[in-house]
Protein backbone atom coordinates (compact mmCIF):
# COMPACT_ATOMS: atom_id res chain seq x y z
CA UNK A 1 0.00 0.00 0.00
CA UNK A 2 1.35 3.46 -0.50
CA UNK A 3 -0.08 6.57 0.91
CA UNK A 4 -0.49 10.30 -0.52
CA UNK A 5 1.23 13.23 1.74
CA UNK A 6 -2.72 14.15 2.01
CA UNK A 7 -3.95 10.59 3.58
CA UNK A 8 -1.11 11.36 6.60
CA UNK A 9 -2.42 12.00 9.95
CA UNK A 10 -3.26 15.47 10.88
CA UNK A 11 -2.80 15.07 14.93
CA UNK A 12 0.69 14.06 15.97
CA UNK A 13 1.28 11.59 18.62
CA UNK A 14 1.09 13.49 21.73
CA UNK A 15 -2.23 15.10 20.34
CA UNK A 16 -3.51 12.11 21.30
CA UNK A 17 -6.34 12.41 23.81
CA UNK A 18 -9.71 10.69 24.37
CA UNK A 19 -11.32 13.37 23.62
CA UNK A 20 -10.23 12.97 20.05
CA UNK A 21 -11.61 9.03 20.19
CA UNK A 22 -14.46 8.75 18.14
CA UNK A 23 -15.67 4.91 18.07
CA UNK A 24 -14.56 1.72 18.40
CA UNK A 25 -14.40 -1.29 16.17
CA UNK A 26 -13.33 -4.62 16.23
CA UNK A 27 -13.00 -6.94 13.07
CA UNK A 28 -12.47 -10.81 12.86
CA UNK A 29 -14.18 -11.83 15.96
CA UNK A 30 -12.66 -15.02 17.39
CA UNK A 31 -13.70 -16.98 20.70
CA UNK A 32 -11.10 -19.66 20.34
CA UNK A 33 -8.00 -18.76 22.49
CA UNK A 34 -5.76 -21.44 21.37
CA UNK A 35 -5.29 -19.79 17.86
CA UNK A 36 -3.39 -22.15 15.56
CA UNK A 37 -0.55 -20.34 14.55
CA UNK A 38 2.31 -20.76 11.46
CA UNK A 39 5.38 -19.16 10.07
CA UNK A 40 5.11 -17.11 6.91
CA UNK A 41 6.59 -19.32 4.08
CA UNK A 42 4.35 -22.30 4.23
CA UNK A 43 1.49 -23.92 4.12
CA UNK A 44 -0.43 -24.66 7.38
CA UNK A 45 -1.59 -28.26 6.52
CA UNK A 46 2.24 -29.48 5.46
CA UNK A 47 3.66 -28.46 8.54
CA UNK A 48 2.49 -30.86 10.76
CA UNK A 49 2.87 -33.83 8.71
CA UNK A 50 5.59 -36.17 10.38
CA UNK A 51 6.96 -36.78 6.65
CA UNK A 52 8.25 -33.01 6.15
CA UNK A 53 10.98 -32.72 9.43
CA UNK A 54 13.75 -31.08 8.46
CA UNK A 55 16.19 -34.16 8.50
CA UNK A 56 19.85 -33.12 7.57
CA UNK A 57 19.53 -34.81 4.35
CA UNK A 58 16.64 -33.01 3.63
CA UNK A 59 17.91 -29.27 4.81
CA UNK A 60 20.83 -29.62 2.44
CA UNK A 61 18.42 -30.51 -0.28
CA UNK A 62 16.10 -27.26 0.98
CA UNK A 63 19.26 -25.47 0.55
CA UNK A 64 19.92 -25.84 -2.95
CA UNK A 65 16.27 -25.12 -3.80
CA UNK A 66 14.02 -22.54 -1.82
CA UNK A 67 10.47 -23.52 -3.18
CA UNK A 68 7.04 -24.28 -1.65
CA UNK A 69 5.44 -27.15 -2.01
CA UNK A 70 1.11 -27.41 -3.48
CA UNK A 71 -0.73 -27.96 -0.49
CA UNK A 72 -1.89 -31.89 -0.54
CA UNK A 73 -5.23 -31.34 1.70
CA UNK A 74 -7.16 -28.28 2.80
CA UNK A 75 -7.96 -28.39 6.07
CA UNK A 76 -5.30 -28.30 8.69
CA UNK A 77 -3.93 -31.79 9.78
CA UNK A 78 -1.94 -30.60 13.25
CA UNK A 79 -4.60 -31.68 15.01
CA UNK A 80 -6.10 -34.82 13.26
CA UNK A 81 -2.12 -36.23 13.20
CA UNK A 82 -1.77 -35.62 17.04
CA UNK A 83 -5.21 -37.14 17.74
CA UNK A 84 -5.35 -39.80 15.22
CA UNK A 85 -1.86 -41.39 16.50
CA UNK A 86 -0.02 -40.71 19.69
CA UNK A 87 2.59 -42.31 19.14
CA UNK A 88 3.45 -40.10 15.77
CA UNK A 89 3.64 -37.04 17.52
CA UNK A 90 6.24 -38.47 19.98
CA UNK A 91 7.62 -39.51 17.45
CA UNK A 92 7.27 -36.02 15.49
CA UNK A 93 8.56 -34.23 18.76
CA UNK A 94 11.41 -36.72 18.89
CA UNK A 95 12.37 -36.00 15.37
CA UNK A 96 12.29 -32.42 15.76
CA UNK A 97 14.38 -32.88 18.45
CA UNK A 98 17.17 -35.09 16.79
CA UNK A 99 16.66 -32.65 14.13
CA UNK A 100 17.79 -29.97 15.89
CA UNK A 101 21.12 -31.56 17.60
CA UNK A 102 21.98 -32.71 14.04
CA UNK A 103 21.71 -29.54 12.66
CA UNK A 104 23.82 -27.90 15.56
CA UNK A 105 26.40 -30.99 14.69
CA UNK A 106 26.45 -30.33 11.18
CA UNK A 107 27.80 -26.73 11.51
CA UNK A 108 30.33 -28.09 14.26
CA UNK A 109 32.00 -31.01 11.84
CA UNK A 110 33.87 -30.19 8.56
CA UNK A 111 32.27 -30.51 5.75
CA UNK A 112 34.44 -33.85 5.05
CA UNK A 113 33.05 -35.34 7.95
CA UNK A 114 29.43 -34.36 7.24
CA UNK A 115 30.05 -35.96 3.49
CA UNK A 116 31.32 -39.14 4.40
CA UNK A 117 28.89 -40.20 7.39
CA UNK A 118 25.29 -39.30 6.76
CA UNK A 119 23.13 -39.17 9.68
CA UNK A 120 20.31 -41.72 9.89
CA UNK A 121 16.68 -40.63 9.35
CA UNK A 122 14.22 -41.43 11.62
CA UNK A 123 12.25 -44.60 10.59
CA UNK A 124 8.43 -42.99 10.67
CA UNK A 125 5.37 -44.76 10.19
CA UNK A 126 3.38 -42.81 7.39
CA UNK A 127 0.09 -41.37 8.98
CA UNK A 128 -2.89 -41.56 6.89
CA UNK A 129 -4.41 -38.88 5.14
CA UNK A 130 -8.15 -38.23 5.88
CA UNK A 131 -10.14 -37.05 3.12
CA UNK A 132 -11.21 -33.60 2.95
CA UNK A 133 -13.77 -33.61 -0.24
CA UNK A 134 -16.92 -34.48 2.23
CA UNK A 135 -18.81 -31.45 0.59
CA UNK A 136 -18.00 -32.87 -2.53
CA UNK A 137 -21.37 -35.28 -2.59
CA UNK A 138 -23.07 -32.88 -0.07
CA UNK A 139 -26.72 -31.62 -0.88
CA UNK A 140 -26.91 -27.83 -1.09
CA UNK A 141 -28.90 -27.95 2.35
CA UNK A 142 -26.53 -29.83 3.57
CA UNK A 143 -23.92 -27.52 2.74
CA UNK A 144 -25.98 -24.53 3.98
CA UNK A 145 -26.62 -26.02 7.40
CA UNK A 146 -23.37 -26.97 7.53
CA UNK A 147 -22.47 -23.24 6.76
CA UNK A 148 -25.12 -21.62 9.26
CA UNK A 149 -23.68 -23.91 11.61
CA UNK A 150 -20.07 -22.57 11.32
CA UNK A 151 -21.23 -18.93 10.74
CA UNK A 152 -23.90 -19.20 14.02
CA UNK A 153 -20.34 -20.47 16.27
CA UNK A 154 -18.50 -17.92 15.35
CA UNK A 155 -21.24 -15.24 15.98
CA UNK A 156 -21.36 -13.89 19.35
CA UNK A 157 -22.93 -10.32 21.26
CA UNK A 158 -20.35 -7.96 21.89
CA UNK A 159 -19.93 -4.68 24.50
CA UNK A 160 -16.87 -2.77 25.40
CA UNK A 161 -16.21 -0.49 28.55
CA UNK A 162 -13.35 2.33 28.70
CA UNK A 163 -11.73 2.26 31.80
CA UNK A 164 -9.12 4.95 33.08
CA UNK A 165 -6.27 5.34 36.36
CA UNK A 166 -7.64 6.59 39.08
CA UNK A 167 -11.64 5.92 38.82
CA UNK A 168 -12.77 2.77 39.71
CA UNK A 169 -16.20 2.58 37.68
CA UNK A 170 -16.10 2.48 33.70
CA UNK A 171 -15.89 5.76 32.05
CA UNK A 172 -18.25 4.57 29.19
CA UNK A 173 -20.07 1.52 28.15
CA UNK A 174 -20.97 1.18 24.51
CA UNK A 175 -24.07 -0.61 23.53
CA UNK A 176 -24.49 -4.60 22.62
CA UNK A 177 -24.42 -5.49 19.69
CA UNK A 178 -25.95 -8.83 18.84
CA UNK A 179 -25.15 -12.05 16.98
CA UNK A 180 -21.91 -10.20 14.98
CA UNK A 181 -18.17 -11.12 14.17
CA UNK A 182 -17.42 -7.27 12.99
CA UNK A 183 -19.19 -4.80 14.93
CA UNK A 184 -19.12 -1.18 14.80
CA UNK A 185 -19.84 0.20 17.79
CA UNK A 186 -21.74 4.22 17.92
CA UNK A 187 -19.75 7.23 18.49
CA UNK A 188 -18.75 8.00 21.97
CA UNK A 189 -20.05 10.50 23.52
CA UNK A 190 -17.67 12.05 26.02
CA UNK A 191 -19.55 15.50 26.67
CA UNK A 192 -20.41 14.11 30.52
CA UNK A 193 -16.78 13.46 30.98
CA UNK A 194 -14.68 16.16 32.91
CA UNK A 195 -11.55 17.38 31.47
CA UNK A 196 -9.50 14.98 33.64
CA UNK A 197 -10.82 11.76 31.50
CA UNK A 198 -11.10 13.60 28.51
CA UNK A 199 -7.66 14.66 28.71
CA UNK A 200 -5.77 11.14 29.12
CA UNK A 201 -3.62 9.91 26.74
CA UNK A 202 -4.48 6.35 28.55
CA UNK A 203 -6.97 4.10 28.58
CA UNK A 204 -8.21 0.50 29.15
CA UNK A 205 -10.17 -1.29 27.00
CA UNK A 206 -12.13 -4.29 27.70
CA UNK A 207 -14.11 -6.40 25.60
CA UNK A 208 -16.72 -8.66 26.63
CA UNK A 209 -18.59 -11.42 24.39
CA UNK A 210 -21.88 -14.05 24.41
CA UNK A 211 -21.60 -16.91 22.39
CA UNK A 212 -24.55 -18.28 21.23
CA UNK A 213 -23.77 -21.45 23.57
CA UNK A 214 -22.88 -19.77 26.69
CA UNK A 215 -25.51 -18.14 29.18
CA UNK A 216 -22.69 -15.72 31.04
CA UNK A 217 -20.64 -13.00 29.77
CA UNK A 218 -16.81 -13.44 29.46
CA UNK A 219 -14.15 -10.85 28.84
CA UNK A 220 -12.50 -11.94 25.72
CA UNK A 221 -9.75 -8.90 25.82
CA UNK A 222 -8.84 -6.71 28.26
CA UNK A 223 -5.52 -3.97 27.06
CA UNK A 224 -3.91 -1.18 28.08
CA UNK A 225 -3.59 1.11 25.34
CA UNK A 226 -1.76 4.09 25.05
CA UNK A 227 -2.93 6.95 23.06
CA UNK A 228 0.26 7.77 21.80
CA UNK A 229 1.61 4.69 20.49
CA UNK A 230 -1.10 4.12 18.01
CA UNK A 231 -0.04 3.03 14.61
CA UNK A 232 -1.59 4.95 11.81
CA UNK A 233 -3.77 2.48 9.17
CA UNK A 234 -5.44 5.59 6.90
CA UNK A 235 -8.81 7.71 6.71
CA UNK A 236 -10.74 4.53 6.67
CA UNK A 237 -10.89 0.93 6.58
CA UNK A 238 -11.59 1.67 3.05
CA UNK A 239 -7.61 2.27 2.52
CA UNK A 240 -7.10 -1.53 3.91
CA UNK A 241 -6.86 -4.09 1.05
CA UNK A 242 -5.70 -7.24 2.88
CA UNK A 243 -7.36 -9.21 5.95
CA UNK A 244 -7.36 -8.28 9.33
CA UNK A 245 -6.08 -10.67 12.24
CA UNK A 246 -7.87 -11.79 14.42
CA UNK A 247 -10.04 -9.59 16.99
CA UNK A 248 -8.23 -6.78 15.59
CA UNK A 249 -9.15 -3.61 17.63
CA UNK A 250 -9.90 -0.59 15.59
CA UNK A 251 -10.15 2.95 16.70
CA UNK A 252 -11.35 5.50 15.16
CA UNK A 253 -9.96 9.34 15.32
CA UNK A 254 -10.84 12.67 13.61
CA UNK A 255 -8.14 11.86 11.66
CA UNK A 256 -8.56 8.08 10.52
CA UNK A 257 -8.09 4.83 12.11
CA UNK A 258 -5.45 3.44 13.94
CA UNK A 259 -4.52 0.61 15.97
CA UNK A 260 -2.42 -1.00 18.49
CA UNK A 261 0.66 -1.60 17.83
CA UNK A 262 1.50 -5.44 17.37
CA UNK A 263 3.51 -8.18 15.15
CA UNK A 264 -0.16 -9.31 13.88
CA UNK A 265 -0.59 -6.04 11.92
CA UNK A 266 3.17 -5.54 10.51
CA UNK A 267 2.21 -5.85 7.42
CA UNK A 268 -0.84 -3.56 7.42
CA UNK A 269 1.09 -0.61 8.67
CA UNK A 270 1.43 2.09 6.09
CA UNK A 271 4.90 2.99 5.25
CA UNK A 272 4.28 6.15 5.24
CA UNK A 273 2.37 6.04 8.53
CA UNK A 274 6.10 5.93 10.39
CA UNK A 275 7.36 9.51 9.77
CA UNK A 276 11.12 10.31 8.96
CA UNK A 277 11.56 12.37 11.92
CA UNK A 278 15.15 12.55 11.52
CA UNK A 279 15.05 14.21 8.61
CA UNK A 280 13.03 16.78 8.93
CA UNK A 281 15.53 18.88 10.81
CA UNK A 282 17.47 18.68 7.61
CA UNK A 283 14.44 19.92 5.74
CA UNK A 284 12.98 23.59 5.75
CA UNK A 285 10.90 24.22 9.24
CA UNK A 286 7.13 24.97 8.59
CA UNK A 287 5.36 27.39 10.33
CA UNK A 288 3.15 26.53 13.66
CA UNK A 289 1.62 28.85 15.95
CA UNK A 290 3.12 31.26 18.12
CA UNK A 291 3.68 31.65 21.63
CA UNK A 292 0.70 34.52 21.81
CA UNK A 293 -1.62 32.32 19.92
CA UNK A 294 -0.75 29.83 22.76
CA UNK A 295 -0.67 31.73 25.11
CA UNK A 296 -4.46 32.96 24.06
CA UNK A 297 -5.43 29.96 23.77
CA UNK A 298 -3.83 28.34 27.34
CA UNK A 299 -5.62 32.09 29.08
CA UNK A 300 -9.13 31.07 27.14
CA UNK A 301 -8.62 27.83 28.16
CA UNK A 302 -8.26 28.74 31.89
CA UNK A 303 -11.09 31.18 31.64
CA UNK A 304 -13.37 28.43 30.25
CA UNK A 305 -12.45 25.98 33.51
CA UNK A 306 -12.48 28.71 35.42
CA UNK A 307 -16.71 29.49 34.48
CA UNK A 308 -17.20 25.52 34.51
CA UNK A 309 -15.93 25.61 38.35
CA UNK A 310 -18.07 29.09 38.88
CA UNK A 311 -21.06 27.04 37.10
CA UNK A 312 -20.46 24.01 39.49
CA UNK A 313 -19.81 26.50 42.50
CA UNK A 314 -23.50 28.14 41.88
CA UNK A 315 -25.12 24.84 41.03
CA UNK A 316 -24.09 23.40 44.94
CA UNK A 317 -24.95 27.02 46.52
CA UNK A 318 -28.45 26.65 44.66
CA UNK A 319 -28.80 23.24 46.02
CA UNK A 320 -27.63 24.10 49.53
CA UNK A 321 -30.27 27.37 49.89
CA UNK A 322 -32.95 24.73 48.72
CA UNK A 323 -32.05 22.30 51.26
CA UNK A 324 -32.02 25.19 53.55
CA UNK A 325 -35.24 26.32 52.96
CA UNK A 326 -36.87 23.09 51.95
CA UNK A 327 -39.40 23.05 54.70
CA UNK A 328 -40.76 26.43 53.50
CA UNK A 329 -40.65 25.50 50.16
CA UNK A 330 -42.38 22.58 50.81
CA UNK A 331 -45.28 24.61 52.62
CA UNK A 332 -45.68 27.15 50.14
CA UNK A 333 -46.46 23.96 47.85
CA UNK A 334 -48.89 22.52 50.36
CA UNK A 335 -50.67 25.86 50.47
CA UNK A 336 -50.76 26.33 46.38
CA UNK A 337 -52.23 22.76 46.73
CA UNK A 338 -54.39 23.24 49.33
CA UNK A 339 -56.11 26.68 47.20
CA UNK A 340 -56.04 24.28 44.27
CA UNK A 341 -57.97 22.12 46.10
CA UNK A 342 -60.61 24.02 47.47
CA UNK A 343 -60.88 25.35 44.16
CA UNK A 344 -61.58 22.22 43.01
CA UNK A 345 -64.21 21.12 45.51
CA UNK A 346 -65.75 24.75 44.77
CA UNK A 347 -66.19 23.79 41.38
CA UNK A 348 -67.70 20.43 41.95
CA UNK A 349 -69.88 22.38 45.02
CA UNK A 350 -71.38 24.14 41.96
CA UNK A 351 -71.83 21.73 39.48
CA UNK A 352 -73.76 19.30 42.22
CA UNK A 353 -75.76 22.32 43.05
CA UNK A 354 -76.85 22.67 39.29
CA UNK A 355 -77.41 19.08 39.25
CA UNK A 356 -79.12 19.18 42.35
CA UNK A 357 -81.47 22.09 40.96
CA UNK A 358 -81.87 20.31 37.84
CA UNK A 359 -82.96 17.46 39.37
CA UNK A 360 -85.62 19.17 41.28
CA UNK A 361 -87.17 20.83 38.56
CA UNK A 362 -87.09 17.58 36.55
CA UNK A 363 -89.29 15.74 39.80
CA UNK A 364 -91.25 18.45 39.88
CA UNK A 365 -92.70 17.79 36.42
CA UNK A 366 -92.61 14.62 36.76
CA UNK A 367 -95.00 14.66 39.78
CA UNK A 368 -97.40 17.16 37.87
CA UNK A 369 -97.20 14.48 35.17
CA UNK A 370 -98.00 11.75 37.64
CA UNK A 371 -101.12 13.48 38.63
CA UNK A 372 -102.19 14.44 35.20
CA UNK A 373 -102.26 10.67 34.13
CA UNK A 374 -103.43 9.45 37.67
CA UNK A 375 -106.98 11.95 36.77
CA UNK A 376 -106.88 11.14 33.22
CA UNK A 377 -106.44 7.08 34.23
CA UNK A 378 -109.32 7.60 36.82
CA UNK A 379 -111.13 9.21 33.67
CA UNK A 380 -110.82 6.59 31.75
CA UNK A 381 -111.52 3.60 34.37
CA UNK A 382 -115.13 5.38 35.06
CA UNK A 383 -115.47 5.99 31.72
CA UNK A 384 -114.67 2.45 30.65
CA UNK A 385 -116.99 1.03 33.75
CA UNK A 386 -119.57 3.43 32.21
CA UNK A 387 -118.94 1.62 28.81
CA UNK A 388 -118.77 -2.13 30.38
CA UNK A 389 -121.96 -1.36 31.70
CA UNK A 390 -123.55 -0.73 28.70
CA UNK A 391 -121.92 -3.67 27.43
CA UNK A 392 -123.43 -5.51 30.25
CA UNK A 393 -126.80 -4.14 29.14
CA UNK A 394 -126.55 -4.48 25.33
CA UNK A 395 -125.50 -8.31 25.84
CA UNK A 396 -129.11 -9.71 25.81
CA UNK A 397 -129.65 -7.58 22.82
CA UNK A 398 -126.84 -8.82 20.82
CA UNK A 399 -128.21 -12.07 19.53
CA UNK A 400 -130.82 -9.98 17.86
CA UNK A 401 -128.67 -7.29 15.96
CA UNK A 402 -126.55 -9.91 14.73
CA UNK A 403 -129.47 -11.88 13.17
CA UNK A 404 -130.43 -8.06 12.02
CA UNK A 405 -127.03 -8.15 10.58
CA UNK A 406 -126.42 -10.73 8.92
CA UNK A 407 -130.27 -10.36 7.36
CA UNK A 408 -128.88 -6.51 6.50
CA UNK A 409 -125.79 -8.01 4.84
CA UNK A 410 -127.89 -10.97 2.89
CA UNK A 411 -130.00 -8.07 1.99
CA UNK A 412 -127.40 -6.09 0.05
CA UNK A 413 -125.64 -9.07 -1.24
CA UNK A 414 -129.10 -9.98 -3.08
CA UNK A 415 -129.39 -6.17 -4.00
CA UNK A 416 -126.02 -5.69 -5.21
CA UNK A 417 -126.56 -9.17 -7.59
CA UNK A 418 -129.79 -7.52 -8.72
CA UNK A 419 -127.99 -4.62 -9.78
CA UNK A 420 -125.79 -5.75 -11.51
CA UNK A 421 -127.98 -7.56 -12.92
CA UNK A 422 -129.58 -4.83 -14.24
CA UNK A 423 -126.13 -3.58 -15.53
CA UNK A 424 -125.76 -6.75 -17.66
CA UNK A 425 -129.51 -6.01 -18.96
CA UNK A 426 -128.47 -2.38 -19.12
CA UNK A 427 -124.99 -2.98 -20.84
CA UNK A 428 -124.92 -6.62 -22.56
CA UNK A 429 -122.42 -8.00 -23.47
CA UNK A 430 -122.53 -10.74 -25.61
CA UNK A 431 -120.27 -13.26 -27.79
CA UNK A 432 -119.33 -12.06 -31.52
CA UNK A 433 -119.97 -15.51 -33.79
CA UNK A 434 -117.52 -17.10 -35.37
CA UNK A 435 -114.88 -15.35 -33.13
CA UNK A 436 -112.79 -16.67 -30.26
CA UNK A 437 -112.91 -14.44 -27.25
CA UNK A 438 -114.70 -11.63 -28.86
CA UNK A 439 -117.45 -9.93 -27.44
CA UNK A 440 -119.67 -6.62 -27.73
CA UNK A 441 -121.19 -4.32 -25.52
CA UNK A 442 -124.51 -3.05 -26.87
CA UNK A 443 -123.66 -4.49 -30.31
CA UNK A 444 -120.23 -2.47 -30.17
CA UNK A 445 -117.66 -4.72 -30.76
CA UNK A 446 -114.47 -3.70 -28.97
CA UNK A 447 -111.25 -6.30 -29.86
CA UNK A 448 -108.70 -6.72 -27.40
CA UNK A 449 -105.90 -3.72 -26.36
CA UNK A 450 -103.32 -4.72 -29.10
CA UNK A 451 -106.11 -4.77 -31.94
CA UNK A 452 -107.69 -1.81 -31.21
CA UNK A 453 -107.70 -0.53 -34.53
CA UNK A 454 -109.12 -3.43 -36.02
CA UNK A 455 -112.58 -1.25 -35.45
CA UNK A 456 -113.39 2.24 -36.54
CA UNK A 457 -112.42 4.52 -34.18
CA UNK A 458 -116.39 5.80 -33.37
CA UNK A 459 -116.84 2.08 -32.12
CA UNK A 460 -114.08 1.49 -30.46
CA UNK A 461 -114.14 5.37 -28.31
CA UNK A 462 -118.15 4.19 -27.81
CA UNK A 463 -117.55 0.90 -26.48
CA UNK A 464 -114.95 2.16 -23.92
CA UNK A 465 -117.29 5.15 -23.00
CA UNK A 466 -120.09 2.02 -22.03
CA UNK A 467 -117.43 0.24 -19.75
CA UNK A 468 -116.61 3.33 -17.89
CA UNK A 469 -119.82 3.82 -17.37
CA UNK A 470 -120.53 0.54 -16.23
CA UNK A 471 -117.26 0.40 -14.00
CA UNK A 472 -118.48 3.32 -12.43
CA UNK A 473 -121.91 1.95 -11.31
CA UNK A 474 -120.11 -1.33 -10.23
CA UNK A 475 -117.68 0.59 -7.80
CA UNK A 476 -120.08 2.78 -6.33
CA UNK A 477 -122.30 -0.52 -5.46
CA UNK A 478 -120.17 -2.29 -4.61
CA UNK A 479 -118.08 -0.03 -2.40
CA UNK A 480 -115.10 -0.36 -3.67
CA UNK A 481 -112.62 2.80 -4.86
CA UNK A 482 -111.31 3.03 -8.16
CA UNK A 483 -107.62 3.47 -8.20
CA UNK A 484 -107.87 5.45 -11.30
CA UNK A 485 -111.53 7.16 -11.57
CA UNK A 486 -113.65 7.39 -15.00
CA UNK A 487 -115.33 10.28 -16.03
CA UNK A 488 -118.14 8.71 -18.40
CA UNK A 489 -119.17 10.92 -20.97
CA UNK A 490 -119.76 8.52 -24.20
CA UNK A 491 -117.73 8.58 -26.81
CA UNK A 492 -115.31 10.92 -25.21
CA UNK A 493 -114.67 9.46 -21.48
CA UNK A 494 -111.29 9.49 -19.78
CA UNK A 495 -109.93 8.35 -17.18
CA UNK A 496 -107.79 9.97 -14.28
CA UNK A 497 -104.21 8.62 -13.36
CA UNK A 498 -103.40 10.14 -9.50
CA UNK A 499 -100.53 8.12 -8.61
CA UNK A 500 -97.56 8.28 -11.19
CA UNK A 501 -95.06 10.68 -11.43
CA UNK A 502 -95.14 12.51 -14.13
CA UNK A 503 -91.84 14.26 -15.99
CA UNK A 504 -93.69 17.50 -18.13
CA UNK A 505 -91.51 20.12 -19.98
CA UNK A 506 -93.89 22.75 -19.49
CA UNK A 507 -92.93 24.92 -16.92
CA UNK A 508 -96.23 25.49 -15.51
CA UNK A 509 -96.47 24.07 -11.44
CA UNK A 510 -100.50 24.87 -11.60
CA UNK A 511 -102.47 22.10 -10.42
CA UNK A 512 -104.99 22.64 -12.87
CA UNK A 513 -102.13 22.04 -15.45
CA UNK A 514 -101.32 18.69 -13.56
CA UNK A 515 -104.81 17.12 -13.60
CA UNK A 516 -105.28 18.27 -17.07
CA UNK A 517 -101.84 15.99 -17.95
CA UNK A 518 -103.13 13.37 -15.84
CA UNK A 519 -106.45 12.71 -17.28
CA UNK A 520 -106.48 10.08 -20.19
CA UNK A 521 -108.71 10.03 -23.01
CA UNK A 522 -110.94 6.59 -23.89
CA UNK A 523 -110.79 7.73 -27.43
CA UNK A 524 -108.15 8.16 -30.28
CA UNK A 525 -108.99 11.27 -32.41
CA UNK A 526 -107.36 13.98 -32.01
CA UNK A 527 -105.08 13.13 -29.27
CA UNK A 528 -101.66 11.23 -28.44
CA UNK A 529 -101.42 7.77 -29.08
CA UNK A 530 -99.84 6.75 -26.00
CA UNK A 531 -102.19 8.70 -24.00
CA UNK A 532 -104.98 7.22 -25.84
CA UNK A 533 -102.92 3.53 -25.28
CA UNK A 534 -102.18 4.44 -21.74
CA UNK A 535 -105.98 5.43 -21.05
CA UNK A 536 -106.98 1.93 -21.91
CA UNK A 537 -104.45 0.24 -19.97
CA UNK A 538 -105.75 2.13 -16.89
CA UNK A 539 -109.39 0.89 -18.07
CA UNK A 540 -107.90 -2.19 -17.87
CA UNK A 541 -106.49 -2.09 -14.71
CA UNK A 542 -109.21 -0.78 -12.78
CA UNK A 543 -111.28 -4.24 -13.99
CA UNK A 544 -108.29 -6.34 -12.13
CA UNK A 545 -108.56 -4.41 -9.10
CA UNK A 546 -112.50 -5.05 -8.63
CA UNK A 547 -111.81 -8.85 -9.54
CA UNK A 548 -108.93 -8.84 -7.17
CA UNK A 549 -109.92 -6.60 -3.92
CA UNK A 550 -113.64 -7.70 -4.03
CA UNK A 551 -114.26 -10.97 -5.45
CA UNK A 552 -110.40 -12.49 -4.79
CA UNK A 553 -110.09 -13.05 -8.13
CA UNK A 554 -106.97 -13.27 -10.98
CA UNK A 555 -106.56 -12.06 -13.99
CA UNK A 556 -104.80 -13.77 -16.40
CA UNK A 557 -104.43 -11.01 -19.20
CA UNK A 558 -105.37 -7.35 -18.93
CA UNK A 559 -105.66 -6.98 -22.37
CA UNK A 560 -108.80 -8.82 -22.70
CA UNK A 561 -111.25 -5.84 -21.77
CA UNK A 562 -114.77 -7.24 -22.46
CA UNK A 563 -114.08 -10.98 -21.34
CA UNK A 564 -112.85 -9.61 -18.02
CA UNK A 565 -115.92 -7.17 -17.36
CA UNK A 566 -117.96 -9.91 -18.81
CA UNK A 567 -116.33 -12.05 -15.75
CA UNK A 568 -116.85 -9.64 -13.33
CA UNK A 569 -120.20 -9.22 -14.08
CA UNK A 570 -120.99 -12.74 -13.74
CA UNK A 571 -118.80 -13.15 -10.72
CA UNK A 572 -121.12 -10.00 -9.05
CA UNK A 573 -124.36 -11.77 -10.09
CA UNK A 574 -123.39 -15.05 -8.88
CA UNK A 575 -124.97 -16.29 -5.85
CA UNK A 576 -127.78 -18.59 -4.01
CA UNK A 577 -131.34 -18.18 -4.27
CA UNK A 578 -133.44 -16.09 -6.83
CA UNK A 579 -132.65 -12.46 -7.63
CA UNK A 580 -135.19 -9.98 -5.31
CA UNK A 581 -137.74 -7.72 -7.12
CA UNK A 582 -137.60 -3.91 -6.69
CA UNK A 583 -139.17 -2.82 -3.86
CA UNK A 584 -142.52 -0.59 -5.19
CA UNK A 585 -143.68 2.31 -3.14
CA UNK A 586 -140.67 3.30 -1.66
CA UNK A 587 -141.73 6.73 -3.45
CA UNK A 588 -145.31 6.92 -4.17
CA UNK A 589 -145.66 9.75 -6.72
CA UNK A 590 -143.72 7.02 -9.22
CA UNK A 591 -147.22 4.51 -8.72
CA UNK A 592 -149.50 6.80 -9.08
CA UNK A 593 -151.76 6.78 -12.34
CA UNK A 594 -150.06 9.56 -14.59
CA UNK A 595 -153.38 10.44 -16.31
CA UNK A 596 -154.33 13.22 -14.21
CA UNK A 597 -150.76 14.86 -14.53
CA UNK A 598 -150.78 18.31 -16.80
CA UNK A 599 -147.40 18.52 -18.52
CA UNK A 600 -145.64 21.83 -17.90
CA UNK A 601 -147.85 22.87 -15.24
CA UNK A 602 -147.00 24.33 -11.91
CA UNK A 603 -149.28 22.57 -9.58
CA UNK A 604 -148.89 19.10 -10.94
CA UNK A 605 -144.91 19.37 -9.97
CA UNK A 606 -146.18 21.04 -6.35
CA UNK A 607 -148.39 18.04 -6.35
CA UNK A 608 -146.24 15.59 -7.27
CA UNK A 609 -143.41 16.35 -4.60
CA UNK A 610 -146.52 16.78 -1.80
CA UNK A 611 -146.59 13.26 -2.70
CA UNK A 612 -142.71 12.36 -1.98
CA UNK A 613 -142.86 14.35 1.08
CA UNK A 614 -146.01 13.86 2.76
CA UNK A 615 -147.51 11.27 4.94
CA UNK A 616 -150.91 10.37 5.14
CA UNK A 617 -152.52 12.63 7.50
CA UNK A 618 -150.49 15.55 6.02
CA UNK A 619 -147.30 15.81 7.62
CA UNK A 620 -144.02 16.21 6.53
CA UNK A 621 -141.39 12.80 6.73
CA UNK A 622 -138.39 13.07 8.10
CA UNK A 623 -135.34 12.10 6.55
CA UNK A 624 -134.47 9.21 8.97
CA UNK A 625 -137.78 8.25 8.72
CA UNK A 626 -137.93 7.98 4.70
CA UNK A 627 -134.71 5.86 4.63
CA UNK A 628 -135.98 3.31 7.41
CA UNK A 629 -138.74 2.99 4.85
CA UNK A 630 -136.88 2.49 2.20
CA UNK A 631 -134.54 -0.15 3.73
CA UNK A 632 -138.05 -1.90 4.85
CA UNK A 633 -138.05 -1.38 8.95
CA UNK A 634 -141.39 0.43 10.10
CA UNK A 635 -140.99 3.73 11.35
CA UNK A 636 -140.86 2.60 14.77
CA UNK A 637 -138.36 0.32 14.99
CA UNK A 638 -134.64 0.88 15.27
Known amino acids: MSFSRAERPWLLPYNHKLRNLLSISLRNLSLDPKLATRSRGKTIDDDALPQTLNSPAKLVALREQQTIGHSRSSTDLRADSAHASPEGSEVFEEAEHNASISGARQKQRPKSMALTSPTKRPELGRTKRRSTMEWATATPQKRQQRLEAVTRGRMADVFFSLHVDGIAEPVYVSETVEKTMNPTFRSIDWSLCGPAITRSDRLV ?74 QSSTQRPTLSSSFDALLRLSKLDDSIQDALAARDQLARDLEDILRTNKAALTERDQVAEAED ?25 RRVSLETRRSLMTSDAAARQSKWQDVNEAKPELPAWKEHNSALESTIQSQRRRICEDLQKCYPIQPVPGKTLAFSIRELH ?51 DPVSILKSNTTSNSQAAEDKLRLYPLFSKGVPRFRYEYGV ?13 TFGLKVLDI ?6 LKYLLYVATAGEGELPGRKMGGIRGLTRPRVHERVGSHDSASSTLSGLTLLGNGKAKGAVDRLREISGAGPGQK
Open 341 to 365: RLKTIDFAKRTVQKQLEKARKQSEE
Open 205 to 278: LRLWVQGSKADDWLQLVQLAIELGGLQYLGKNLDHVDRSLPRNSIILHFTDGVYTTKGASLSDFIPATAHFELA
Open 537 to 549: FLLNENIRVLLEN
Open 446 to 496: LPNSEQLDSEPPEVVSAALGHIAHTLQLMAFYLSQSLPYPVMPRGSTSTVY
Open 559 to 564: RQTLPN
